[in-house]
């Protein structure tokens, strides 16, 4: 047996025994370079995320919601922040993580690219979005990598704040007018086929999904996260009094699970693709902060140099 | 409660409200992401501080707090002109938020005595976070003013928008007055001087030149606004006045 070899059988005993990997372990270049993608995928996903439901803050039909909304944005901002620490561990810096976003080499999820188009989708997304980011990140808390698992952590607890948050939302609407009541179904139709493209491709078309889970990168395949979540929101819809657009949905009996329709998969990789409704506002929208932001990078980096100078000229 | 108190409390509700409707703009937005969460927050505090004041005048009128942010006109809202003004580019908002934050501390420091119990709790409770976003923003007021050449300039540039909004706050009007003399706030002479002091330190420690002639804007405190007014409230409230009379 070669020394590499042994590192790698080394590595993947740690893991078989659920040992968590710390930032300064040994592990295979391919953990490190899988775990970069999908840490940052979902650092983009949680900063991209902030634009659709930004855009109703100006618009929150009371002070109430506009406090919420306010402060689940900035949440997002936050699950950001922790994710890019995260990444950052595994050797690369912000700076190049941003350029990832920005020049289309790194994804992010493909539902942020759909429009909010009434304050019944804020609702919406908080009910169906965060609730499909919470199926995936409860199963993530027990992910291999440490400074990942306890970023989950964190994130999870607020994530299920702003689903309660989002079902609220739409329950009022749903106990008021039928105007209020249509507005929200509207919102459904549009957001659930979307949510349920978040747990990305079928596990049969998931060409890293065999080896993440051996890594125990991911726990949970990307269908089997995906019926948990249809099983979760149906008795939902039921409270909320909504019909969910998928003639299909049905309990089977023996499986012991609902079953659903088949999604629309040239919809999504249009959408992957740069072909979604949103994907070059949202993609502007980030680029324009950034290059915004630079004189003031620059600033705060030259105000820190200055600020050294003065104090060494003062003890002086 | 007389109209003079309740013109008072709008006027300190309006302000922060509409600086923070300002402020939500930023919201995902912004020029760093530390610096987004940061904004966030002041536009959250503000909002907040807002609300404390449209309930206490609507527990006294026996209406919904949302009646006063999302249903009043123009002419009826209060705010000090400088809070209505765009974000301009980031410098333009750090500097609104500094003039603002200066008159807001000393103001809400002699509000914290105030005979009015309600508003002094609201003051005690709220003179921590000023507190804090007069530290946020005069460090930034330092760091860019102090920073490069282009942020120097941008910074001094943020000035030149925003002193001509910087009278307004000390100058009181009729219900001040009144308001004052029931010791229901403080004394204007000391708020000024207080506030002209911080301000002039922060502005000299940054480099910056206080432009010698300008024009001092105001009326916002009675009513008249500028334009830009009408399309902060064509946005915030848009949802009461499209579908009116629901619950949300
Ligand atoms: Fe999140
Ligand atoms: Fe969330």
Redesign the pocket.
């Known amino acids: 047996m070669n020394k590499i070899d042994s590192l790698e059988d080394r590595f993947q005993s740690r893991i078989d025994k659920e040992e968590k990997i710390e930032a300064r372990d040994w592990m295979p270049d391919g953990y490190r370079k899988t775990l970069i993608r999908q840490i940052s995928q979902h650092g983009h996903s949680e900063i991209v995320g902030m634009l659709p439901e930004g855009n109703w803050i100006t618009r929150a039909p009371s002070l109430k919601r506009k406090l919420a909304l306010l402060a689940?944005v900035q949440?997002?901002a936050g699950h950001g922040l922790y994710l890019y620490s995260a990444t950052e561990t595994l050797g690369i810096s912000r700076e190049e993580l941003l350029d990832q976003l920005h020049t289309g080499k790194a994804k992010y999820s493909s539902i942020f690219n759909y429009p909010t188009l009434s304050w019944a989708d804020i609702g919406a997304i908080g009910w169906l979005v965060?609730g499909a980011?919470i199926m995936n990140q409860v199963a993530l808390c027990r992910t291999s990598y440490g400074p990942y698992a306890r970023a989950m952590v964190r994130i999870c607890k607020?994530?299920s704040f702003?689903q309660r948050q989002g079902f609220d939302i739409l329950l009022t609407m749903c106990n008021g007018s039928v105007e209020q009541k249509e507005m929200v179904q509207d919102a459904v139709n549009r957001w659930w086929w979307p949510s349920l493209m978040m747990f990305g491709p079928n596990d049969s078309d998931s060409p890293h999904s065999a080896q993440s889970l051996k890594w125990k990168v991911k726990r949970l395949s990307n269908d089997e996260l995906r019926q948990r979540f249809v099983d979760m929101t149906i008795p939902q819809a039921k409270i909320l009094g909504i019909e969910l657009p998928d003639p299909l949905l049905i309990y089977n009996e023996t499986r012991g699970h609902y079953d659903f329709g088949e999604i629309d998969w040239e919809e999504f990789r249009q959408v992957v693709g740069g072909n979604g409704p949103c994907n070059k506002e949202r993609m502007a929208a980030r680029i324009k902060a950034h290059e915004e932001g630079s004189w003031i990078r620059e600033a705060a980096v030259a105000y820190a140099e200055k600020k050294k100078n003065y104090e060494k000229a003062s003890v002086a | 409660m007389e109209d003079q108190l309740k013109e008072f409390i709008l006027m300190m509700a309006d302000s922060s409200m509409i600086l923070g409707q300002r402020l939500g703009e930023w919201c995902g937005h912004g020029p760093v992401l530390e610096q987004d969460i940061a904004i966030t927050n002041i536009a959250l505090d503000l909002i907040g501080e807002a609300r404390n004041y449209y309930r206490y005048l609507a527990d006294v009128e026996g209406i919904n707090e949302d009646e006063y942010p999302m249903k009043r006109d123009v002419r009826k809202f209060r705010n000090v002109l400088l809070t209505e003004q765009p974000n301009g580019n980031w410098a333009d908002t750090i500097m609104r938020q500094f003039i603002f934050d200066c008159y807001h501390y000393y103001h809400l420091e002699g509000m914290t005595e105030s005979s009015d119990a309600r508003l002094s709790a609201i003051a005690k409770k709220t003179i921590k976070e000023s507190s804090y976003h007069l530290s946020f923003s005069g460090e930034w007021v330092i760091r860019l003013g102090d920073g490069t050449e282009e942020s120097h300039q941008k910074m001094q540039a943020g000035l030149e928008n925003m002193i001509t909004y910087y009278d307004e706050l000390f100058l009181p009007v009729q219900y001040e007055i009144f308001c004052r003399s029931k010791n229901i706030c403080g004394d204007f002479n000391l708020i000024k001087k207080n506030a002209s002091a911080k301000f002039n330190s922060v502005i000299h420690e940054a480099t910056l030149t206080i432009p010698e002639m300008y024009h001092a804007r105001k009326g916002g405190k009675s009513g008249l606004h500028s334009e830009h007014l009408g399309f902060i409230l064509a946005d915030m409230q848009f949802m009461q006045r499209a579908y009116p009379g629901l619950t949300w």
Request: aromatic share 0%; no cysteine; charged share 75%.
């Open positions: 689940k949440d997002e965060d980011a607020e994530e702003h």
